[in-house]
């Protein structure tokens, strides 16, 4: 399970871009260095582009669920399916403080 | 929710380079789309490095490459040419290349030694009339014959050739036996072009054919291609699928932001070279940053951009016009192509 704490920063990688068509519903993440690709969806282009704002973990939950309109488990369970997604490939990092209290069901 | 991308922003399994190895030119053609402006041309081992980010931007996408190898007069710089032929010839990224050129370097001896390279296609020379007249008046004295004797050079050597043609109001009238003498000279492929008010052409903008005059002509070059042409006709051109939209060999959207991209002599990257806007440098970018990143390809991919007359087109998906003819004569590279009759 992927451990993710309430205060932990997310932050796009090194190299990564975003882009989207949103008239089309193209939404992509590029790694400009290594040219790995990536095929978004609404949902993961929101997250990705919320995350690259700099908007801290508990504030992401905050405003997934205004977005999205789900409540705080859903809210939890889609944005950690994107984001055990976007760590695996590289889109996105952790910021994090081992001290830091753990999100609970993440 | 997210899955690895196997490439969907190009439509076709190939991406094509358009390398323009020097600006430098023996002719001053009238109509031409460059000013023949000093510009810093590479070093082989930086021309080389080109290939290779070509090859790695493939690779990552997925695509066959196809080139076509020019300039200025790419024979000017026949000091590179044969190595960055050789190294491509050697590459397995790469499915064709051609060279595009004015002709006058070609010689007996060049052709034996272009024939000797592996994947080179074709050569295209340029024609723009049937008779010495018309084409002299545009591209100098002499060139006609010049343009004419390389292509029976070519010919014998056994490498296909084929002839572009730049139409405005001065040689419409010649393309029907235009494309008979080419037939009689073997010549294997024959494609029009349009004139567009850029580089010296800005100063022929009174030649660029009104949009029924560019309809007329589409309509009898298709009619030529569908009754038995003597040399086949090359129609995959914006404003062309008008002519006959049914036909899949008519007519074919504007590559630039889609699948192609055109290097310059100093490595400079623009999204065409009729669309001379620069969007990187390969050698200290790499097509990753400039392809993923630019806000112009960006611009151009996105057909909601277009503007009304385009965007809302029933052939939106086949055409969407001359993005550089857009450019040239209003400014703005996503307004409507001015020659559009429709």
Redesign the interface.
């Known amino acids: 399970m992927l451990e993710v704490t309430n205060k932990r920063q997310l932050a796009m990688s090194d190299n990564i871009?975003i882009?989207g068509?949103p008239?089309?519903d193209h939404f992509?993440a590029?790694?400009?260095?290594?040219?790995?690709?990536?095929?978004?969806?609404r949902?993961?282009y929101w997250v990705l582009e919320t995350i690259g704002a700099g908007r801290g973990f508990e504030d992401l939950i905050t405003r997934y669920m205004v977005e999205f309109e789900v409540d705080i488990n859903n809210a939890r369970k889609?944005l950690h399916?994107?984001i055990l997604?976007?760590l695996k490939n590289k889109i996105i990092r952790e910021v994090s403080d081992e001290k830091e209290k753990k999100v609970p069901g993440l | 929710?997210?899955?690895?991308?196997i490439?969907?922003?190009s439509l076709e399994d190939e991406f094509y380079f358009q390398w323009h190895l020097t600006e430098r030119c023996n002719k001053a053609c009238k109509h031409c789309y460059q000013q023949a402006n000093p510009m810093k041309e590479l070093a082989l081992a930086d021309l080389l490095a080109i290939v290779d980010h070509m090859e790695?931007?493939l690779s990552?996408?997925g695509k066959k490459g196809t080139l076509s190898l020019t300039g200025g007069e790419p024979f000017i710089r026949r000091d590179v040419l044969h190595a960055i032929m050789d190294r491509i010839d050697s590459s397995s990224s790469f499915i064709y290349y051609d060279i595009l050129t004015n002709g006058s370097f070609i010689t007996p001896e060049e052709a034996q030694a272009l024939a000797g390279h592996r994947l080179l296609r074709r050569i295209q020379v340029s024609l723009e009339g049937a008779t010495a007249k018309t084409n002299d008046s545009i591209r100098g004295v002499g060139s006609f014959d010049e343009t004419i004797s390389a292509i029976r050079i070519l010919r014998d050597a056994g490498i296909p050739v084929s002839v572009m043609t730049t139409v405005s109001k001065s040689n419409k009238d010649e393309v029907p036996a235009l494309i008979d003498l080419l037939g009689k000279e073997g010549v294997a492929t024959f494609a029009l072009e349009r004139l567009i008010p850029e580089g010296r052409g800005a100063d022929l903008s009174d030649q660029i054919l009104a949009p029924e005059e560019l309809h007329d002509l589409y309509e009898t070059v298709y009619r030529i291609a569908i009754n038995g042409s003597p040399v086949r006709l090359l129609l995959y051109r914006p404003l062309f699928a008008l002519v006959a939209p049914n036909d899949p060999s008519v007519g074919a959207l504007c590559s630039a932001g889609n699948n192609a991209l055109t290097i310059m002599p100093d490595a400079t990257v623009f999204p065409c070279r009729r669309l001379p806007m620069p969007i990187g440098n390969v050698l200290e970018d790499?097509?990753?940053?400039i392809w993923?990143?630019s806000e112009v390809l960006?611009k151009l991919?996105?057909?909601?951009n277009l503007c009304r007359k385009c965007r809302e087109c029933d052939l939106l998906t086949q055409c969407r016009g001359c993005r550089a003819m857009a450019y040239f004569t209003t400014g703005d590279y996503m307004a409507e192509d001015p020659q559009c009759w429709k």
């Open positions: 871009l882009q068509i008239e089309l992509y590029f790694n400009v260095k290594d040219g790995d690709h990536f095929k978004l969806n949902t993961a889609d399916e994107v997604f976007a | 929710m997210v899955t690895s991308l490439p969907d922003i790695e931007a990552k996408w790499g097509f990753f940053k993923y990143g960006w991919r996105n057909p909601k």
